[in-house]
């Protein structure tokens, strides 16, 4: 049975770093196209980043381009998300997700094309 577990989450001061991890059973994350999405309370679950797994070309919402950084490690079947320079409007419960479905320039790491396995999630809370 395939699973993603989330793991990283806590309580940071606005500025701090976070490293979250995913790591994967029953499922090889390289031969995916994956990536890490959030939810704010009261808003739309959202693309953060993603890696197309055709090429490893990665993706970054525009509020958190130059903040956030996607990585896999194949040989630990996890992948990552380096997270600097952190604000409040970063708190949310962060997901990662993956899909065997195609991923185009225009659509990667968009939500509405649908994840096929998502993971329970971790929240993240940025305050002082």
């Known amino acids: 049975q395939v699973q993603l577990a989330e793991s990283g989450g806590g309580l940071v001061q606005p500025g701090g770093s976070l490293r979250l991890s995913c790591t994967a059973s029953d499922l090889i994350l390289e031969y995916y196209n994956i990536g890490w999405f959030r939810q704010a309370p009261g808003k739309e679950r959202e693309g953060v980043s993603c890696?197309?797994?055709?090429?490893?070309?990665?993706y970054y919402g525009d509020s958190v381009k130059g903040r956030f950084t996607i990585f896999r490690d194949r040989a630990k079947n996890t992948m990552y998300l380096d997270m600097n320079s952190l604000k409040p409007e970063d708190t949310a419960v962060y997901y990662c997700?993956?899909?065997?479905?195609?991923?185009?320039?225009?659509?990667?790491?968009?939500?509405?094309?649908?994840?096929?396995?998502w993971g329970e999630g971790t929240l993240v809370t940025v305050s002082a």
């Open positions: 890696i197309r797994g055709s090429d490893g070309r990665t």
């Open positions: 997700a993956a899909t065997a479905g195609r991923w185009s320039d225009q659509t990667i790491c968009d939500i509405r094309r649908g994840m096929d396995y």
